[in-house]
Every structure is written in C-alpha cells, then in structure tokens.
C-alpha cells in the first residue's frame, strides 16, 4: 500500500473532492487540476502523469456545461474527448488503471427501460458527444481502463441541481421543474465510496488487477425519478417551500436536447465487483444531514 499512488484529475470538483477522501485508505492520493492542467495543452497532461508516476489514474475532471457546450463547443472537446485519450495513452505506458467517469447522455432515452452497456449511444447534444468521444479514445488506447457511466450527479458541494433549488426556493415563491425527464439521481459521494471499493478489490496483492474486466460499467444510484419528482423530495420538507409546479420540456426550452428516459441499468458492475449502490431517496438523506450540519457549499 505504501508504494501505491493514484493520481487524481480534477481536484476541486464534485466527485474529485469526494475521491481525495475516499482513496486516501488506499494509497497516497496526488490530486491536480487548472490551471496546473490545461486540457487544451496536452503536455500538461503528460507532465503531470509523468510527474506523479501512479499506478491508478482517476479522471475525474470534465466539462460538464450542457448547455453552453452547445455554441462554444472546443472547450468541451478537450476536456471531455480528447484529454481523456492522452490520460489512457500515459495510463497504458506507465501501466497504471485507469478509471474515468462517463455519463447517461451518451443515450438518447428512446429506450423504454434502463440502458445497459450494450445499447447503442446516441447522444442528443455537444456534451454527450463530447463524453462519448472520450470513452471511444479510452477503449482504442486499451490497457486496463474502467469507464463508469453515472447519472444527474449532485452533493453537498459545487454547483448541481439540488443547492440550485434550495437556492431558487429562497428567492421565489413558485418553481416550474421539468417533470417529463427520467433518471436517477446520484450523489458525487457514493460515486467516490464506489471507486474506491472497486479499487481496493482490483488493486489488493494477489488480487491480479483487473484480469480482462477493462470496459463500460453504468453506475447510478438505484431507482429513478424525474427532475420534478427529485426536487419535490427535498424541497417540500423545507420550512417555506415554494409552489412546486411540473411542467413539460417543451415549457422550459434549453439550447440542449436531453434524452427523456437515461435510467442505466447497473447490474454489470453489481455482478462483476459487488457494488450496489442505494436507492437515491436513501443517498439524499445523507447529503441533506450533510448540509444539515452547514458542510460548505462551494
């Protein structure tokens, strides 16, 4: 354990600030992020892989401005296709795993049940294009690489869904919440805790890494939910809680399409590792102890 070190992408973000924690059990954690990084300068890639000589490579860093990427679409690629293909390039010639992390708008929700990995992607916007981008350059790399595809990620900190309406129903005494968009609802937390529970299975000795289980696994916490449904959960327990109305997509026009129905299916990473994650009202709870008890917000 003392000789293992994982170098971590993305460092202030959500589900970074979460693995800074939640690896440091397994090893000594290096984490890095802009501007030391500059995911539209490659050699600050290398050189930080070359620097840190890990032997787990965490990406956690992304461009994750949905709507933005729409018009301006470069910083998107480079942070979310292209500098995920130096990293496993770097990855594979140290040796190193490396873990990335992906997402359910690679799909195009005309699916009526959950996705599973072997479904065809087709994503509906620049960012989803962008993420699966990355996740090809990753698998033509090869090496020992696992892509967790995640959903509607939110927490305690940074900016998501959730502190938005808390904000929101602060300020306003009616909040129209799309309500026609299915998915699950999944805290940067137990994304993080999941890691480093695969982690610590595939790097322990013996343990022979990840012995030909390199690929795509759907990781979301269990259960669905649309984003109206998700806000009424934590915002009609608030003392003054605002109007709550569900409207349509259509209602709230965004320059992104999102796919209707990104539910993931995550019975591969539960068969291949043994994680299951918990339902999502069950992780909401816990990030609203967290706030709770004024955890910051940023």
Request: proline fraction near 6%; aromatic fraction near 8%; include cysteine.
């Amino acid at each position: 354990m003392k000789n293992r070190k994982i170098l971590v992408f993305g460092r202030v973000g959500q589900v970074g600030w979460e693995l800074r924690h939640k690896l440091a059990c397994l090893g000594e954690v290096v984490s890095v992020d802009y501007p030391e990084i500059d995911f539209s300068k490659p050699e600050t890639i290398r050189a930080a892989v070359r620097a840190a000589a890990p032997t787990v490579i965490v990406n956690a860093a992304a461009y994750t401005a949905v709507d933005k990427a729409e018009s301006a679409p470069e910083p998107a690629w480079a942070l979310n296709a292209a500098g995920p293909g130096v990293i496993a390039e770097e990855a594979k010639r140290l040796g190193a795993l490396m873990v990335h992390y992906s997402t359910d708008y690679v799909y195009d929700g005309s699916k009526l049940g959950a996705w599973v990995e072997t479904d065809v992607p087709h994503p509906l916007n620049v960012y989803g294009q962008t993420k699966l981008a990355g996740d090809e350059a990753i698998a033509a790399v090869g090496g020992d690489y696992l892509i967790l595809r995640t959903s509607w990620v939110y927490g305690a900190r940074g900016g998501n869904f959730l502190l938005t309406m808390l904000r929101l129903a602060k300020e306003r005494t009616e909040l129209r919440i799309v309500d026609d968009q299915t998915g699950s609802p999944t805290t940067s937390e137990c994304i993080a805790q999941a890691t480093a529970q695969i982690l610590a299975q595939v790097t322990a000795p013996g343990a022979g890494g990840l012995g030909g289980r390199s690929g795509v696994y759907h990781l979301t916490c269990s259960g669905a939910a649309t984003w109206f449904g998700f806000a009424k959960a934590f915002l009609s327990r608030q003392a003054a809680c605002p109007t709550l109305t569900p409207i349509a997509s259509s209602e709230y026009p965004l320059p992104a399409q999102r796919p209707v129905n990104s539910v993931l299916n995550c019975e591969r990473v539960a068969q291949t590792f043994g994680v299951r994650m918990p339902a999502w009202e069950d992780a909401l709870e816990l990030v609203l102890e967290t706030l709770s008890e004024g955890a910051p917000r940023v």
